[in-house]
């Protein structure tokens, strides 16, 4: 099976940098990803990391060390439209050559002004 | 090109009815993802489609059923209902050039009375 760890809440301002934890544990690992969803809004994919290390994509980054089962996003020079829910997801083997995506409970971030 | 879509976008339905959820999935893409998310949880895996082929199935009920058609739109049935049911039903495609990136539907929101 496959478990994940992540804060509920998160309150950062305007302007500054926030990273959000993640920690795992699951029987087969092949990704850790994370997505950001809005309140009434669909999932959308931030990052992917399958190798050890820090992955950046503009104001994300995404780190993994999949010896410690642990990867954090990182968000910097936060904005408004930052306020979202965050999900880790784990990408295990399920078999037959399917691959799935175990979410987290999500961590809502709050960025006040 | 349009993104993934989902219908209908809301549902009301009682107890023991069935329901049937659609979903088209991005052009090209093989891959249909079905997801249950219950307010103030990440997404829950139901099933995984690929080619019309069952490939992957979380821990739910037989009352949970889909299917993929031939252009690779899905279905997704669930059958006497309960109330625990209500949620936020997500479909998410993937295509062959980037299998670790689910790119979500709107959801269909199921209330169950």
């Known amino acids: 099976g496959q478990s994940l760890e992540q804060p509920s809440e998160v309150t950062a301002v305007e302007g500054a940098i926030v990273q959000i934890n993640c920690t795992y544990q699951?029987?087969?690992?092949?990704?850790l990803s994370w997505y950001q969803q809005h309140d009434g809004g669909a999932p959308t994919f931030l990052s992917y990391?399958?190798?050890?290390g820090l992955e950046e994509t503009g104001r994300f980054s995404s780190f993994l060390s999949r010896s410690d089962s642990y990867g954090y996003l990182l968000l910097q020079e936060l904005q408004m439209k930052d306020s979202a829910s965050y999900f880790c997801?784990?990408?295990?083997?399920?078999?037959?050559?399917?691959?799935?995506?175990?979410f987290g409970k999500g961590t809502k971030l709050s960025v006040i002004p | 090109d349009a993104g993934v879509t989902q219908s209908p976008t809301h549902l009301i339905k009682t107890r023991g009815q069935h329901v049937t959820l659609r979903c088209s999935p991005i052009?090209?893409?093989?891959?249909v993802s079905w997801y249950q998310q219950v307010l103030g949880q990440g997404p829950q895996f139901i099933f995984q489609?690929?080619?019309?082929?069952?490939?992957g199935r979380g821990n739910f009920p037989d009352r949970f059923s889909a299917r993929q058609f031939p252009n690779y739109s899905s279905e997704l049935n669930v059958n006497a209902l309960l109330l625990g049911d209500s949620a936020l039903y997500l479909c998410?495609?993937?295509?062959?050039?980037?299998?670790?990136?689910?790119?979500f539907g709107p959801g269909t929101r199921l209330l169950v009375l």
């Open positions: 998410a495609s993937s295509g062959e050039d980037s299998k670790e990136t689910q790119y």
């Open positions: 699951t029987s087969g690992f092949y990704g």
């Open positions: 990391n399958a190798l050890d």
């Open positions: 997801a784990v990408r295990g083997y399920s078999g037959a050559g399917s691959y799935q995506l175990t």
């Open positions: 052009s090209g893409h093989k891959s």
């Open positions: 489609y690929y080619e019309k082929e069952e490939r």
